[in-house]
Each structure stands twice: as C-alpha cells, then as structure tokens.
C-alpha cells in the first residue's frame, strides 16, 4: 500500500447539465501525483481543475475513470479510511462567525481518531495569538490560515489545497507558502490548484497544465519553460505603432527564438539576453525604430500556457 | 440622488429574485397555494356552532332544554366536574348550570368566543322564557380560578409554540446556512460521519430548548398564578421529546434545501399550520372535518395537549406515555427521513 501514488487518475471523465447544455468539465484527464511532491493543477476557469479536485477529494462522482487516493478507491468501502488521511481546504469555507479559533479546531480534531493536538495545528500556521479570536474578528490571510490548519489536523498523508491564496496580501500568501513548504519538509504530498504562477513555481515540485478537460502539459516548473526553447523575453514599446519593424528581421537575428507584435509592443522571446539585446536594438536602430521603453524578463509557466493554447491563463482576470 | 444609478440598482435587485425560483415560489407561489387551501377551508357558509357545557340535572333538562335548538350552539351535558374541566381546556366557551331560581352561566371573558356564546345562550333563554311572569335574565360568574382561565390555557400552549419555532429554526435555518457557506461539504471530507453530525446538531439545539420552555413556565406560574399541578419529570420529558421532534423536523425540511429562502419558505408553509390549528390559542378538539384531521396529525396539538394535562391536571408520566411515544416515533421517523434524505452539498 505504501508503495501507492497518493493520486492516480486514469481516463477520468465528467459532464455536467447546464439547463439544455452538457459542459465536458473533465475530458478523458490522466494524472499520477507521487507521494512527497508538492504538485500544481494550473489552467484558466472553467478548465476542470477544481472538478478534478473534487473527484478527488470524494465531493464529486465522476461519470468514469478509475480514481484511487493512496491506494483506495471512493465508494469502496474504504471512505473513511481515505478521508482519515487526507486533510482538504476548500476555496472557502465559512466557518461559524462567532465560533473562536480554538472552538473550530477541536470541531475538526473530534473527527479524527489519531492526529495533531490543537496547540501543534495552531503552532504549524503560526495562529497561537488568535487562539481565542472569533471568526469575524480575522483577517483573510489568518482565515485562511485556519482553514488550512482543519486540514492539518489528522496529520494527512495527501493535502488538498484549492487555490489557498486567492485576495489575500503579499504577506498572507508568504506565510501560507511557508505551511505548505514545512509540511511537505515532513514528507507531506501536496495537491494544489491556483492561478498565480509564480505561487506553482515557488512551492511545485511538478505541475500539469490543464486546459478544457485535459491535461496538456506535465513536468517541473523548470522542464515547462525549458520546453518553450528560450527562457526570455525581450519587450520593446516603439514610438510608433506603425513603425516599419519587420519581425522577419527581428527573427533572423541569432538567439531570437519567437517574435510577437501587441500594438506598440515588439515582445522576443531569446535564448539569451546578453547577446540578443545588442543585437535586437541594433537592428530596430538600422531601420530607424524609435523605442520608448525597453524591459526584460523570465519565462513563466503564463508564457508555457500561451504557447500550448494561444490563450491567456486568466484571460480578462487579474494581472 | 441619480436616476440611472437607482434604476440599475432596481432592475438588479429585481432580476436577483426572478432568477431564484425557490424566492418567487415562497413569495407568489405559496402564498396564493394558502389562499386556495384556507378558502376552501373556510368557505363553508355556515358558522362553526359554539361549544358550551350545560351541567346536567333533572331542573337543568327541564328549563335548559331550548339551548338544544340554537342552531348556533353546540351543546354537551356534562357532571359539574367535567363541565369545569371542559371550560378549562377551553373545550366549550362557556358553562351554563342551573342556580336556585335562574340559570348561572360562568366563562372567562378574555376568551376570544366567550362574549358570543354567553349572547347567544342569554338571546335564546330570552325567547324561551321572557313571556313567563319569573322570568329573571340569568346570573354571570367570571371564571377566575387559577388553573381554568385563558391564560392558564395559552401557557402551556406557548411552551408548544416555543418548542415548534427554536426547534426547527435552530436547526433548519443554520443547517442550510452551514450549506450556503461550505461548511457541510467541509466536514464532509472528514471522517465524520453523517449520523454523527446530524445527531450532534439535533441534540446541541433541543438541549437548548429545555430553559427556555422552563422559562416560561415559570414566568407563568409566578407571574400569572397558572397552576403546575402534574409531574415536573413528566414536563421535562415532553419538553425533551418536543423539542426534539420538532429539530427533527427542522433538520428533514433543511436536509435539501440550498438557499436560506427556500428554507425559510419551507419552514413557515409547514409552522402557519400549527399555528393556527395546532390548539395554541384556542382548542382544536371543536373543530371538524379535514380540519379536525390536519390539528390531530400535528405534533404540536399533542405536545400541548400533554402540557395542559400535566400543568392544569395532576397528571404524570403515566398519564402522557402515550402523546410522549407517539411524539418521540414521530421525530425518530423524521430523523430517518433526514438521514436518508441529507445533502452535504
């Protein structure tokens, strides 16, 4: 049993009714997360992540596809068996608003047979001050923050994390970053969805990028960008939009991987920096290219999800 | 203020309940289902006959042989015992017995039908009798012993409606606000198991219902003068099995339901009922028909029945064993029901 993935998905599909509409949430997905990783389900909306979650977590039933949890299947007989080793925190949960911290942990704590004490879950995201706080009187993050130590409480194999950092400040997030890099130091596994890219860049050891159903895009944060055959970017605003900047000759210039045009915006995609640069702004200045602006920067898995589907991650979301 | 923002504001609140069909059904729906149900109800023509006790004797069945013929009237002959108990229970509106030389009716007046029934025996005695050279208008005693007055009636029946409203309201509505806010599905990817939950739930809120009935029924009892005649371990027993039939059902009506209006809606269709027929206010032993039938499948009916039995009567655990059975079946039958029925998400 030990030897188990802590998620094996296999050909997982589900539909759901929408009034006369069927949506495709989960098309035919595969998914293998081992156990002691902190693993990323990244994609847009809509893409079938959080379905995902939930077929996993037992919320959800899924029309096929075998499903198994550290070895168990849902609906096997062996329910609680999983949920006693899986800790979830849900996109949000609203816990009762006059209910204090300590109140809602030992909730938690009661349907656990073996796990963490309340003063260990408290210490793990570091709440011990607000211990007698009521719900209304927290913030966002501490809410949050809380919300992940219900899950820590039976000291789970797999965590579920369903965007964890979604509206809370830079702060909040680091320290929630923290939690989750100090369980999975104890060999904890991770199942984290979330939209912020540099989020599954910092904590993933692996992400698959999920688009309409599917999973279109497996590896390591790294092995991702990589596989866009450059790892930068070179961004130049021209004065004017309807300059003769050719990207034909843009691309030719060696290290030059990719060039794309957004209005003003001439953005390269390089191999390396120091030596397209010179070269990119060598030959804007040979066709007498005015720039008002000049920027350089890393790929992101954003970049990877662009590349694989032509569309933005949070189309229309925030930046 | 701007016109254009009001307007927005307006057409955005309004399409925010058309678009929540459980909201338009408990606001249009429902209501004009209750105006259908009552008027049939209701729409009889006839007036309902007012209940009154004549103690029977051989005077009595002479001269108070015409309050048979008032069709208005319903009479019964009872011992003087039973007539007293009668008036108590609010049973009949009024007693008429025979005195040394004219007849002596006796009701409490601040009951609702007391006035009618005394107009209507006295118009009628009148016909009989005003001819007559002796004819003397009869006597009124106001019915003020404690234990047989309106109030010592609408006490016990109070407790019933407390036990009814914070027995489904505690449970009903924050169960599906628990729904509303996640939380069930929270505690559903725990090992806690659905009994446990629910069971917790129910007993946590009727626990909560034992002062607060006790309340009242000292607040009665000191302030009012009503009599606890019976065994208090016979009030905490029904003052337990009521509120927990009653969470039952709060938590069966809530085991669904997805919107704290549905909820809402679903509660008052099946507690305006009760409250009007359930024998709170004025007993629904008279009344007849469906209505009859609809008040004696009412928990609350029994639960106030029972009350009455062992505050205004001596009675014990052995005299309400059977409405305490029942209640109890019927809560564990919605319970089973809920079980069944409940929805984490």
Redo the contacts between chains.
């Keep these: 049993m030990s030897e188990a993935p802590a998620i094996d998905l296999r050909d997982l599909r589900k539909t759901y009714r929408k009034g006369r509409e069927t949506v495709r949430a989960v098309d035919g997905l595969d998914l293998v997360v081992e156990r002691g990783e902190v693993f990323g389900l990244l994609g847009p909306n809509g893409a079938g992540k959080t379905t995902t979650v939930e077929v996993c977590e037992g919320l959800t039933v899924p029309d096929s596809g075998e499903v198994r949890i550290l070895g168990r299947a849902w609906r096997g007989g062996e329910d609680d068996a999983i949920r006693a080793r899986i800790g979830v925190c849900l996109q949000e949960t609203k816990f009762h608003e006059n209910a204090n911290v300590d109140e809602v942990l030992r909730l938690f704590r009661s349907c656990f047979d073996r796990g963490r004490t309340v003063d260990e879950a408290l210490a793990l995201v570091s709440l011990q001050e607000k211990r007698g706080a009521r719900q209304k009187s927290l913030s966002g993050g501490q809410r949050q923050r809380l919300a992940v130590a219900t899950a820590l409480l039976g000291d789970p194999d797999l965590l579920f994390l369903d965007e964890p950092t979604t509206g809370l400040d830079p702060q909040s997030r680091r320290q929630l970053w923290q939690v989750v890099r100090d369980y999975r130091a104890q060999g904890g596994t991770v199942l984290l969805t979330t939209h912020y890219m540099d989020e599954a860049q910092q904590l993933c050891d692996r992400v698959a990028i999920v688009d309409r159903g599917k999973v279109i895009a497996l590896g390591s944060p790294a092995e991702l960008i990589r596989s866009l055959g450059a790892e930068h970017f070179v961004v130049a605003d021209l004065v004017d939009p309807d300059a003769a900047a050719d990207d034909a000759c843009l691309l030719a210039l060696p290290d030059v991987v990719a060039v794309e045009r957004r209005g003003e915006r001439v953005e390269c995609t390089v191999a390396s920096v120091h030596t397209a640069l010179p070269a990119i702004l060598a030959a804007l200045e040979q066709r007498g290219v005015a720039i008002d602006g000049l920027a350089t920067r890393h790929a992101t898995l954003e970049d990877v999800f662009v590349h694989l589907t032509g569309r933005h991650l949070r189309a229309g979301g925030e930046a | 203020m701007r016109w254009r923002v009001v307007k927005a504001v307006a057409w955005q609140a309004f399409l925010e309940f058309w678009r929540s069909p459980a909201a338009v059904f408990w606001t249009y729906g429902f209501p004009l289902m209750m105006a259908v149900v009552l008027g049939f109800a209701f729409q009889s023509g006839e007036p309902e006959p007012v209940p009154v006790g004549v103690v029977d004797s051989p005077v009595a069945r002479t001269f108070l042989a015409p309050l048979e013929d008032e069709p208005l009237l319903d009479v019964a002959w009872l011992s003087p015992e039973d007539a007293d108990r009668a008036l108590g229970r609010g049973r009949v509106a009024l007693t008429v017995r025979w005195g040394q030389e004219r007849e002596v009716l006796r009701s409490d007046p601040s009951r609702p039908e007391a006035t009618l029934a005394r107009l209507l025996v006295e118009r009628r005695l009148r016909e009989a009798y005003s001819g007559e050279a002796d004819y003397a208008r009869p006597a009124h005693e106001v019915e003020d012993r404690p234990g047989s007055r309106y109030i010592d009636f609408l006490i016990p029946g109070l407790i019933g409606l407390n036990l009814l409203g914070a027995g489904m309201w505690g449970v009903g509505f924050n169960l599906v606000q628990m729904r509303?806010?996640?939380?069930l599905?929270?505690?559903?990817?725990?090992?806690?198991?659905r009994s446990e939950f629910l069971a917790g739930y129910l007993l946590g809120r009727s626990v909560l219902v034992v002062p607060e009935a006790f309340a009242i029924m000292s607040f009665g009892v000191v302030l009012w003068g009503v009599p606890f005649r019976g065994s208090l371990l016979a009030a905490l027993a029904l003052v337990v099995v009521g509120g927990w039939v009653f969470t039952a059902i709060g938590c069966l009506l809530a085991s669904r339901v997805r919107t704290t209006e549905a909820v809402g809606g679903l509660m008052n269709a099946v507690q305006l009922p009760m409250w009007i027929l359930g024998g709170t206010f004025f007993a629904n032993e008279g009344l007849k028909g469906p209505m009859r039938w609809a008040a004696e499948v009412m928990p609350l009916t029994h639960v106030n029945r029972a009350l009455r039995d062992v505050m205004l009567e001596p009675g014990t655990l052995l005299d309400v064993w059977a409405p305490l059975a029942a209640l109890a079946g019927a809560g564990g039958v919605c319970f089973a029901l809920a079980m069944r029925l409940f929805r984490w998400?």
């Design positions: 509303v806010g996640n939380l599905r929270r505690i559903f990817v725990t090992p806690m198991r998400q």
